[in-house]
């Protein structure tokens, strides 16, 4: 199948749902309190996004979001490295990370709110516990897992403790860490939305958190279509991002010569 | 032990004969409780090619790795060129059995690996990396990544690498077992040659009797493990430079097989008894 059919079934797929939503609502068949009509939500979405007024809660979102993305993955990547390298640390510090971990990160908000504020910064907490897990056991996993023969030869080569690890362990743990940034760009945003859910003065959590408040579904829906947007666009970006990085892996380029 | 002992350091220092280059003493190498090789006597002249034959498991790569400072021996000394070894060593060249090679380096990158970390500027390690790509046959190729390279091109890119920053003694772990006949064939002449250009001390480990014949100075035969220990040591008086493949006609060649044979088919047998 070329990609041009997948193309036209994908699209053809997008038609028939939201189609059928659309004539069950005009057919009296889909209660519009619970699932309003498609074509009200996409007239809701183009009245905030022709609104000026709208980016700002997008750049406080997005503010949130970034900035709990790369304190998160900067303190999950540094921490990951260092107790991947240190056996000894690790066993120390085990129990207390798995115990940290396992704190439904939720229940953290209400504390953060209390410790930081209402503003930017209780957010961008909530963020970095979410994306700092997912980053440091991946960045752990990865200088653990570098191949012992590719580390001996290095060293024979005279390679100090520091070009091991810019020359070995890090490039090893990079296609990991890189992995972990794709799944944690998806908390980051939840710990941003879920901060701003909770307790906030703008944002696309409080626009939700509005519409919410007013019985307005047609609000919901469409602040959850613009953040599954804005995760996507995110998305894209990191898969520009991956493929400049990692040019050495097997399936980026060309097969081997034989 | 006799010949371990007519082997040690002192009696090789004749005039005559070129200094030791490496020397393994009474070296025993063990983890835990298991034992792997014990009491090891063994010196490499330098420029001489010694190949260590054994059956599998008898603890052959464990002395390479005490050689290079990867492992510690429980008992013993190993000293290279008089210096006893602690920790890593940086003045050997090690070209292992399985892939070394930095797969997120090029070609290029990971041949000048040894000469940056020594500190060499940019352009002369560029100029030496180029040389020695396209000593091993790989000019053209400085840019592939080893995933884009066949596996004796990974071979050679491995080979240029350890020959680099010339290493006073190269160990070879099975260098060309994971290759087929033919390459393996091409890539021994292709050893050889460049060995021949400039002589050092070998210590190259193998299960193939035939490829230690062909390619060493000296063949030495290691018993069955745990506690492994050397058994006997026959020169080799082929005449060089050899030819990989035809050197095996030679009748001189297949006397030496035999003999070998003879003392290493024992073990064999022995290691596979312990196997089964």
Known sequence: MNAMTERMIQLGLLVVIVGGWQLGVEAGVIDVFFFPAPFDIMKQIVAWIIDPGFYRHVSITLT???LGYVIGTALGVAAGVWLGLSRGTYRILDPFIKALNAIPRVVLAPIFVLWLGLGLWSKVALSVTLVFFITFFNAMQGVREVNPVVLANARILGAERSSLLTHVYFPAAASWILSSLRTSVGFAVVGAIIGEYLGASAGLGYLIAQAEGNFDAVGVFAGIMILAMFVLIIDRILDIAEARLIKWSPHSTESPAT | MALAVVKSATTMMSPDKPRPMVSIDSVTMSFGTFI??????????????LAIVGPTGCGKSTILNAIAGLLKPASGTVSIDGAPVHGVQNNIGYLFQQDALLPWK??????????????????ERREQA??????????GFEQ????QLSGGQRKRVQMAQALITGPKVILMDEPFSALDIHTRHLMQNELLALWQEERRAVVMITHDLEEAIALGDRVVVLAAGPCSHVIDSFPVDLARPRD????????RFMDLYRNI??????EVEKSYERHD
């Open chain 2, 244 to 251: 990989v493949a035809e050197i095996k006609l030679d009748p």
């Open chain 2, 144 to 147: 592939r990544y080893p995933h």
């Open chain 2, 130 to 139: 180029m040389k020695w790509l396209a000593k091993v046959g790989l000019k």
């Open chain 2, 106 to 123: 090029t070609a290029f990158e990971n041949v000048e690996l040894g000469p940056m970390f020594k500190g060499t500027s940019a352009g």
């Open chain 1, 64 to 66: 949130e979001t970034v």
């Open chain 2, 261 to 266: 044979w003879s003392s290493l088919r024992g």
């Open chain 2, 36 to 49: 792997a090789v014990q009491n090891v006597d063994l010196t490499v002249a330098d420029g001489e090619f």
